[in-house]
Every structure is written in structure tokens, then in C-alpha cells.
């Protein structure tokens, strides 16, 4: 199985920025949607935004549109999300996921492995 670690949460201000990083590892699929979600306190987990393996394609959540960018880099097997102009409602646990679909999905059933999640506060 691949394995997925998120890194890069932390405590930002409202209007700041922050990049997460998801590293894959173990018995990586060469073609792998990816995707990033999050959840905050008390709700259910959401989509954000997702990646095709090639990186040529992505779809966003309305919520991030604008503001938040997904990325990877197939040869650091890492995918990132470069969240600008943050907002306290953002503030969640945000959990990377590995689907083998040559496309994007924004269904969490599409995606077979998630990362621990990696925590994101934004303070007003």
C-alpha cells in the first residue's frame, strides 16, 4: 500500500498563507489522482481540491476557488496545496488521498489512502 504523509499545518493569521506537503511512499500506483480534504471540528470531512497524475488537470472546492492551489511533483512523489489568503473558516485537520483514477475526483469513495491528516488553524 502507499503510504501518505501530510506536513506543513500550523497556526497562520486571517489573509496569510500556508503550503501543505503530502509525501507518498511504499507501493506508490503510477497513475494516481490525487486529493486533498479537510475537516474541521465537529463536521464532516470535505473535499478542497484535486490533481490528476500528470498535474495537467485540477477541480477546487467553490470555498477555495481562487485562493487555494494543488500541485505535485511526481519525482519527490509529493503533492502540495498552496493556500493563500486564509480565513478562519478554513481552519481544519487537512488529509491528503491517492485515488487510481487517471483523472480528478472530488468523491471521497474514489480515493483508496489518506495521510493522518495534518492540522491548519487560522486565527482572526
Known amino acids: 500500500q502507499v503510504q501518505l504523509v501530510e506536513s506543513g499545518g500550523g497556526l497562520v493569521q486571517a489573509g496569510g498563507s500556508l503550503r501543505l506537503s503530502c509525501v507518498a511512499s511504499?507501493?506508490?500506483?503510477?497513475?494516481?489522482?490525487m486529493g486533498w480534504f479537510r475537516q474541521a471540528s465537529g463536521k464532516e470531512r470535505e473535499f478542497v481540491a484535486t490533481?490528476?497524475?500528470?498535474?495537467?488537470?485540477?477541480y477546487y472546492a467553490d470555498s477555495v476557488k481562487g485562493r487555494f492551489t494543488i500541485s505535485r511533483d511526481n519525482s519527490k512523489r509529493t503533492v502540495y496545496l498552496q493556500m493563500n489568503s486564509l480565513k478562519p473558516e478554513d481552519t481544519a485537520v487537512y488529509y491528503c488521498?491517492?485515488?487510481?483514477?487517471?483523472?480528478?475526483?472530488?468523491?471521497?469513495?474514489?480515493?483508496?489512502?489518506w495521510g493522518q491528516g495534518t492540522q491548519v488553524t487560522v486565527s482572526s
Open positions: 488521498a491517492a485515488a487510481r483514477l487517471l483523472g480528478t475526483t472530488s468523491r471521497t469513495g474514489d480515493y483508496n489512502n
Open positions: 490533481i490528476n497524475w500528470g498535474g495537467s488537470s485540477t
Open positions: 511504499g507501493r506508490t500506483i503510477s497513475a494516481n489522482a
